[in-house]
């Protein structure tokens, strides 16, 4: 890798507001973090089925591909009608060789999914819409 290309692979990851990054072309591999860029100011677009009014959405915090359970196979996998709890590990978003959970702002049942196991996932964008729980 050149340095302009090195230079260019920067630029991209704070355009996008990423604070870590890592290429690897064949047996060679570059990590960078502690980029402090700023969260872009648009999030992904959402898919039409999660734009307005309704009940909360959760978003994607980072660039990844969603995976609905533990590669394990524990838990339950999630889908319209799972109830959760705060703080609870709804998904994970694999992140080369590491998983990020998702957990749950609050407490609620799962109304519709934005995304599905396997998809690559965009930054802000929505992974499912659910119903608060009560009290």
Known sequence: MTIDEIREFIAA????????????????????????????????????????????????GQIGVLRLRHPSGAGDPLGPGRAFKKGECLAFLEVG????????????????MGAADGDVIGYGAPLLRYVQAAG
Do not use: D, W, Y
Request: charged share 20%.
């Open 13 to 60: 990851a704070q355009r996008h507001g990423m604070n870590e990054a890592f290429v690897q072309r064949g047996s060679r591999s570059l990590r960078l973090g502690g980029l402090n860029c700023e969260r872009p100011t648009e999030a992904a677009e959402p898919l039409p089925a999660m734009t307005g009014p309704g009940n909360p959405v959760i978003r994607a």
């Open 97 to 112: 060789p590491c998983l990020k959970p998702v957990l749950a702002p609050e407490s609620g049942t799962v109304e519709e």
